[in-house]
């Protein structure tokens, strides 16, 4: 996010004020931000930001082992973890504890206090490694889960957990299984020819006009590809108007699938004359 402005107040000698300045901000950068008068539509971003629930994912396997962490929609992964057992060179020797612990320090670089884990995979690795995980003094503040159905570990196991439905069952309240259960039923509207629903910035900008708008939901492609400031104005009238609005990216196969339908999707509570 590169944020640009005219600076009004410096402490240093050598930034003349009335002069332009832009600093570029990254994911997971801090900055403090005042402002004397906040809108209830800025601080509704802010305040539902932070109520967030969090999943550290734990897609494991003999031989590999993904972890991911999920925050709203979006999925931050650490490198796959490797145990060494399959293959020639490793026939004797290989110590599965080892391979756990392994796990166990890169799942608690990345996990905060309020979050859940799920692990999952083939087998039964996966309640091997959850005993092991228990066992630690550190797991025990964290509410831990075995999800069962998902055959694959590693990076693959992560991207098919968040596919799947046991996600939506395990993670029903979770900011990625709402907007999973909303494309699904834009989806089967389309299907049944229904007109209750938009695709692409065009059909839901109508929409948003005639104030039929239940739920939106858009991509970061849909940003870039677009007038962003088009854009931006119509999700904050949208979200003037209480519509409940959800953003999602490339990191997860919703955001591509959203991306796919036009980059911005919404379910209408009544169908309107195209």
């Given at each position: 996010l590169r944020i640009g402005g005219t600076i009004l107040e410096s402490n240093n000698e050598s930034v003349p004020h009335g002069s332009h300045h832009s600093f570029i901000l990254k994911v997971d950068d801090g900055i403090t931000i005042t402002k004397r008068k906040w809108l209830p539509i800025e601080k509704n971003l802010?305040?539902?930001?932070?109520?967030?629930?969090?999943?550290?994912?734990?897609?494991?396997?003999?031989?590999?082992?993904?972890?991911?962490?999920?925050?709203?929609?979006?999925?931050?992964?650490?490198?796959?973890?490797?145990?060494?057992?399959?293959?020639?060179?490793?026939?004797?020797?290989?110590?599965?504890?080892?391979?756990?612990?392994?796990?166990?320090?890169?799942?608690?670089?990345?996990?905060?206090?309020t979050d859940s884990m799920i692990i999952f995979g083939p087998g039964e690795t996966k309640k091997r490694f959850s005993n092991f995980l228990q066992k630690s003094q550190n797991a025990q503040k964290y509410k831990i889960q075995i999800a069962e159905g998902i055959d694959s570990g590693g990076e693959d196991g992560i991207y098919t957990f968040t596919k799947s439905q046991t996600m939506k069952e395990i993670m029903s309240e979770s900011k990625l299984a709402k907007v999973s259960s909303i494309i699904d039923e834009i989806m089967l509207r389309a299907n049944k020819k229904s007109r209750k629903f938009t695709m692409g910035f065009e059909e839901t900008l109508k929409a948003n006009q005639f104030g039929a708008v239940e739920l939106l939901i858009f991509s970061d492609k849909a940003i870039q590809t677009n007038d962003e400031k088009k854009i931006i104005e119509l999700l904050n009238d949208a979200e003037s108007k209480g519509v409940k609005t959800y953003s999602v990216d490339s990191s997860t196969d919703i955001g591509l699938r959203v991306t796919g339908l036009g980059g911005i999707v919404s379910l209408l509570r009544y169908a309107i004359e195209s």
């Open positions: 802010i305040e539902s930001n932070n109520k967030q629930m969090c999943f550290v994912l734990i897609a494991i396997d003999t031989g590999d082992c993904g972890i991911a962490r999920l925050r709203g929609t979006h999925l931050e992964f650490i490198p796959n973890i490797y145990s060494g057992s399959g293959g020639k060179r490793y026939k004797t020797n290989f110590n599965i504890e080892k391979f756990f612990e392994q796990i166990q320090q890169a799942v608690f670089s990345i996990v905060k206090e």
